[in-house]
RNA sequence: GCUGAGGUGGCGGAGCGGACAAUCGCACCAGACUGUAAAUCUGGCGGUCGGAAGACCUACCUAGGUUCGAAUCCUAGCCUCAGCA
């Protein structure tokens, strides 16, 4: 009952703990698979309902897979569409509704598409993907008591929906030990411990490899909800993964690695590099990097016209493209002229910065 | 030299007698972004005081003038651009 040392996916196995950007398209914006290789990233996480809407399972059963599709050899998690639940249809009235049977998604133009616990687990299988993800009813965020156990109720009804549709299946395909993909329960109950608590128990009863902090993990007062990170953690068996969806900074990461979370997924480092943000370790060199200091990270804007007579890298503290070849200088003229190329020059640093991060933690996990 | 058009905030460009410290865009400054409806969104952007509402000052090429009131009308000057010589 040790803790998981490794992540096995098609390829082999990952050390854990890791990060994986979100390529919730297929793709991770701006940048192509072999540039997400070269920023020494393990895997990316794909999104059932963009991916299901968009293409359908055709496709990937030509393709034999997302992977394949993508020429994308690293890991692969598929995010069941739980997250839409909340962007889609509780963040805006009118784009859908959830239903016991599953999520009505219609937002404004597109064709109304019902997806359903069941579903969710037959496309992700479609797309061969090492880990998928049960359909969650996200917990609004500013939900009140009664709101967030009636999500949570949901929630545990799914996810045994989920599991027996997944056993199902992977005994028609006959995936059997080593073959079999990892299947991940997710935890709703917003802010409230002891729903939280009562969630991760009987998700443990079901039995998944993994439990993921589900939810909007950020409180309603702003910061970072450690507490129901910890609440789940507390409680989840020692040899599941722990699985912080959607999380985060580079600093809750750290936080939660220390909690015993090992996979992470998150906007983050790419959206932000679109929007001008690039992540900087406060260091001289990859070796010297401290993730014990509090401040070990600062952000960088690269479009700042003072930047166009600097010579130097971004980060001194970075091997990525960008930094090993390009100056300031340079990146600030591809993005004072808003030419793409500067989106995925700062994507491939963000995303190499979250891989030496996770370096970083793996040293001591 | 003649004819025509025009000179507005860092730039482009509205306004053409009161509602103008002056629409809008760019640039600039600050903030946000967490299982991606996001190469996006907010806010600020003449000066001083104020948290804000607001108050006062200096402003639409220059100098005069008309008017209760002018970036807007008149006169002169300077300058720019286009066409013709």
Not at 164 to 171: N, P, S, T
Not at 195 to 200: H, P, S, V, Y
Request: hydrophobic share 35%; proline share 4%; glycine share 10%.
């Amino acid at each position: 009952m040790d803790k998981p040392t490794s992540f096995k996916y098609q390829g082999g196995e990952l050390p854990l703990p890791f990060f994986f950007p979100d390529a919730t398209r297929a793709v991770v914006k701006t940048i192509d698979s072999q540039d997400l290789v070269s920023t020494k990233t393990p895997g990316i996480l794909v999104n059932t309902y963009h991916l299901f809407r968009e293409l359908g399972s055709d496709v990937f059963d030509k393709f034999n897979g997302v992977g394949n599709f993508m020429n994308y050899h690293g890991g692969i998690i598929s995010d069941s569409g739980g997250f839409q639940v909340m962007s889609l249809i509780k963040r805006k009235e009118g784009l859908g509704k959830v239903t016991d049977e599953g999520v009505t998604f219609k937002p404004e133009g597109q064709k109304k598409i019902l997806l359903t616990p069941e579903k969710s687990i037959r496309f992700q299988m479609s797309l061969s993907s090492d880990m998928l993800v049960v359909l969650d009813d996200f917990t609004d965020p500013k939900a009140n008591y009664k709101e967030a156990k009636v999500s949570v109720e949901r929630t545990i009804d799914w996810a045994k929906r989920s599991k027996a549709e997944f056993e199902k299946l992977c005994q028609k395909n006959k995936l059997t030990k080593g073959r079999k993909p990892y299947l991940l329960g997710v935890v709703q109950g917003g802010e409230f411990q002891d729903l939280r608590k009562e969630c991760t128990k009987r998700l443990v009863e079901i039995g998944f490899d993994g439990l993921g902090y589900g939810g909007w993990p950020i409180k309603n007062g702003g910061g970072f909800d450690y507490k129901s990170a910890e609440t789940i953690a507390k409680y989840t068996p020692k040899n599941y993964f722990l699985y912080g969806l959607g999380v985060g900074k580079p600093d809750e990461i750290v936080k939660l690695v220390g909690m015993g979370y090992s996979i992470f997924d998150c906007v983050l480092p790419t959206r932000d590099a679109r929007h001008k943000r690039l992540y900087v370790f406060n260091a001289a060199s990859i070796g010297k990097i401290n993730l014990k200091d509090k401040n070990f990270y600062s952000f960088y804007t690269p479009n700042k016209q003072k930047y166009v007579l600097d010579k130097t890298p971004v980060s001194k503290a970075c091997d990525c493209l960008l930094c090993k070849n390009y100056s300031k200088g340079y990146l600030a003229h591809l993005s004072r002229m808003d030419e793409i190329t500067a989106l995925r020059l700062a994507t491939i640093h963000n995303l190499r910065f979250y891989s030496l991060l996770m370096e970083k933690l793996r040293e001591n996990y």
